[in-house]
């Protein structure tokens, strides 16, 4: 089994269609929605886990770009600096995936890179310069 993470864009002609149903039908991949952003009569955007075998992973993207779906590797990551990280919790606020957590009970900053959906919230918020985006990492 592999596991990628992808960013999907639709044309505001699919944002009504089930692709994502169509994938896990047909296809038989195990697909996690981390993030989306889909409003009828516009664009749609979401960010995905899709997890199967080598060979549904071919059958799923020639679906999307059959479809006219933009895939693009979520090739971004975010890492914490953990010298700069003054555990004050201020990210925890901002995270919306829930990727950076305070842990109890000693209330200490976790992140779970896992969780991370790449939104940047925490790198552009942190006052210590304790989050980064990290461009160089391949998809896993």
Do not use: W
């Not at 699919?14 to 989306?36: G, S, W």
């Not at 950076?100 to 939104?119: A, H, N, Q, S």
Request: charged share 20%; glycine share 8%.
């Amino acid at each position: 089994m592999i596991t990628n993470r992808l960013l999907l864009h639709f044309p505001n002609t699919m944002v009504d269609q089930p692709i994502i149903y169509r994938l896990v039908r047909e296809f038989d991949l195990v697909v996690n929605i981390l993030k989306a952003d889909i409003n009828p009569q516009k664009e749609g955007s979401m960010i995905m886990e899709m997890r199967g075998t080598r060979e549904q992973h071919q059958q799923g993207m020639a679906l999307l770009q059959e479809l006219g779906v933009q895939v693009q590797p979520l090739s971004r990551t975010v890492n914490r600096i953990e010298d700069r990280c003054v555990q004050c919790g201020y990210c925890t606020s901002v995270c919306p995936s829930g990727a950076i957590y305070l842990e109890t009970p000693g209330m200490e900053t976790r992140f779970d890179i896992g969780k991370c959906v790449v939104c940047g919230s925490c790198v552009q918020y942190c006052p210590f310069k304790a989050m980064e985006v990290d461009l160089g990492i391949a998809v896993r």
